[in-house]
């Protein structure tokens, strides 16, 4: 396991997100093995494979949710695996399965996580309102969040993971079982986010919202196997005139 | 101490919690109907057992005697019947609890200075309802032995007496016996079984996921999730101890300030043993099984309906780990005895030092990530 580098000096930022040799495994499954990437401020990056391909256990690892069994990786500057609730601070996540509470309302979600992020008067507010104002939530404030529809879950969740704006934010799956419109609305706020310099980290089955990337990364059996714009990973794994979903598909036969 | 995210976990735990109004109703509803269950159904001192009498000899000096059982107030006569074989089908089918037998030569052997002998026959299958008239009719025999012989001795008064005093239930009630050990066990029964689930149904509805990945710390949420129900504990235990006072007519002696002071280290360490629970299982469902593992000794060994004296010394070193044993003790020392601080600070410390302990056994326990 090599060590993580040395903190750069301030006027040299960081990258948003760097692994190197990033490993994990479950007992004698290898979920993720050797992965390296470098992942600048301000990137709209798409992690894309398989089902069990090891993108999920990739952002669980980035968050702090869990322990690399080797390797390293920092996010904003920040070891994962040492000082994990300095990078918590620094995050967004929403996670795959909706992780907010379906019995309060989207008010007291809201409220709840600003709290939770320790802002608190004005700042609480200003935050508050801003979000609100961004994702379109003032007329369903009031609602329980377990009486909306799948889109509008969706916004309330990332509304959550942007209160205390964070630079990085980890999306995993973000809108799997989303209607189309609700989907384009949901990229329309993510290229958004990225323009002001957030750095988005998402996952997605969906070729079209793989397009919409800057960059992705294909993984396959927890390795990285392909990586660098939609078109040229499509061209590295399919061959010429190949479209990113052939690729896709070339990929999933292979590991069958 | 600093715990800047202690009062949103708190808020939001309260709010949950008003919200499911199906448990809100259960844990008010519960203290109410088992006390009402425990206080009228449950009596220990069993009274008016069915009896059927065969008077063999049918004389005025046998109705004296069968009037002297029916008086001490634990047989009721039911029948009186002819013979062995009738009496006997009435026990054995569950008719009679007791039979009463005057054999014919009873008046003429009390004439002659003789021993005159009279059968008691008793169910004795369930031993709890039998014990009380077995108790009795030995009893009427000594009564009438002593007022015999002393007569035949010219003696006017006996020459023992032990007068027993049973102080602080002077009625041997048993509401004022159950009732404030209820107020333990409905305590147990609920704080555990709430925070057994407290952690478990967020990790299993995926909330607990998006909690951890935030900086709140591991003592901010599990204080957070257990606090409001503090207030849960504190208002059962004053259902109880209402209902006890005005309906079953069970004493508030002591300092009732002091309960509750203590009544709050029980509650906390009661919600301590919850969230440890919480931390060893991976779903609701093995939550409630082992919560109602742990629970089954509290009722059982803790002193709450049978005496920990009579209990074999393993079993009651199990009961010294449970803060129930401790509590009980407690409540019936404040409530009946009316003691206070002086003589039951060392129930009070180890109460504090459960709390405590389990507070932090949970805390150590849990971890911010998902393995």
Redesign the interface.
């Known amino acids: 396991m090599s060590a993580a580098p040395a903190p750069l000096s301030p006027l040299l930022k960081p990258p948003a997100i760097e692994t190197h040799d990033l490993s994990r495994r479950?007992g004698s499954l290898v979920a993720v093995a050797d992965l390296t990437l470098r992942i600048e401020r301000g990137e709209v990056f798409g992690l894309l494979g398989p089902n069990g391909s090891g993108k999920t256990t990739t952002i669980?690892m980035l968050?702090?949710?869990?322990?690399p069994s080797g390797g390293w990786a920092t996010v904003d500057g920040i070891n994962v695996a040492s000082a994990?609730?300095q990078v918590?601070?620094r995050?967004g996540?929403m996670?795959q399965?909706?992780?907010?509470?379906?019995?309060?309302t989207v008010d007291?979600n809201l409220?709840?996580?600003?709290?939770?992020?320790?802002l608190s008067g004005a700042k609480r507010t200003g935050r508050l309102d801003t979000v609100v104002d961004f994702l379109g939530l003032e007329g369903r404030l009031g609602q329980l969040v377990g009486q909306l529809s799948g889109g509008w879950k969706q916004r309330v969740?990332l509304a959550?993971a942007l209160l205390h704006q964070p630079p990085v934010l980890f999306l995993d799956e973000p809108t799997a079982g989303v209607d189309p419109a609700a989907r384009r609305n949901f990229w329309g706020a993510i290229h958004e986010l990225a323009q002001r310099g957030t750095t988005v980290l998402v996952t997605t089955h969906y070729m079209d919202e793989a397009q919409r990337c800057g960059r992705i990364a294909m993984m396959s059996g927890g390795r990285l196997i392909a990586l660098g714009t939609p078109s040229e990973v499509a061209a590295q794994v399919g061959g010429g005139g190949k479209t990113l979903e052939d690729a896709f598909i070339i990929l999933q036969e292979r590991n069958e | 101490m600093m715990m800047p995210h202690f009062w949103p976990m708190f808020w939001k735990e309260f709010i949950q919690m008003r919200r499911d109004r199906l448990s809100l109703a259960i844990m008010t509803a519960l203290p109410v109907a088992q006390l009402l269950l425990f206080g009228y159904a449950i009596q220990t001192d069993v009274r008016h057992l069915p009896t059927v009498v065969f008077d063999e000899s049918r004389t005025p000096e046998s109705r004296d005697l069968i009037a002297a059982f029916e008086n001490t107030g634990n047989f009721r006569i039911i029948a009186n019947v002819d013979g062995m074989p009738s009496l006997d089908r009435a026990i054995a089918r569950g008719d009679a609890q007791a039979g009463i037998v005057v054999p014919y030569d009873y008046p003429r052997r009390l004439a002659r200075g003789e021993t005159a002998t009279v059968q008691v026959i008793v169910d004795a299958a369930d031993p709890l309802s039998s014990q009380s008239a077995i108790g009795a009719a030995a009893g009427v025999a000594q009564v009438r032995n002593l007022e015999i012989l002393s007569r035949a001795a010219r003696r006017t008064a006996i020459p023992i007496e032990a007068r027993v005093r049973p102080r602080y239930n002077p009625g041997l009630r048993s509401p004022n016996y159950i009732v404030p050990g209820l107020v333990g066990v409905i305590l147990t029964l609920t704080m555990v079984l709430i925070t057994a689930m407290a952690i478990v149904r967020e990790r299993e509805r995926g909330t607990l996921e998006q909690l951890i990945v935030t900086p709140i710390t591991k003592t901010e949420l599990m204080l957070g999730k257990i606090a409001p129900y503090i207030g849960v504990g504190i208002v059962q235990m004053t259902a109880v101890l209402f209902v006890g006072r005005f309906v079953f007519d069970v004493p508030l002696t002591g300092n009732v300030l002091l309960l509750y002071m203590v009544a709050l280290l029980f509650v906390v360490a009661s919600l301590g043993y919850g969230l440890v629970i919480s931390t060893l299982v991976r779903t609701q469902q093995q939550a409630i099984q082992l919560a109602f593992m742990f629970v089954l000794p509290n009722i059982l060994l803790s002193g709450f309906m049978f005496p920990r004296q009579a209990m074999p010394t393993v079993f009651q070193w199990v009961g010294l780990a449970l803060p129930l044993t401790y509590f009980l003790k407690v409540l019936r020392g404040i409530l009946l005895k009316g003691v206070g601080l002086d003589a039951l600070w060392r129930e009070i410390a180890v109460l504090a030092g459960f709390a405590a302990l389990l507070i932090v056994v949970a805390v150590r326990r849990f971890h911010k990530t998902l393995d």
């Open positions: 479950f669980r968050c702090g949710l869990l322990e994990p609730e918590k601070m995050i996540y996670s399965r909706f992780g907010l509470y379906e019995d309060l007291e409220t709840f996580y600003a709290g939770i992020y320790g969740a959550c």
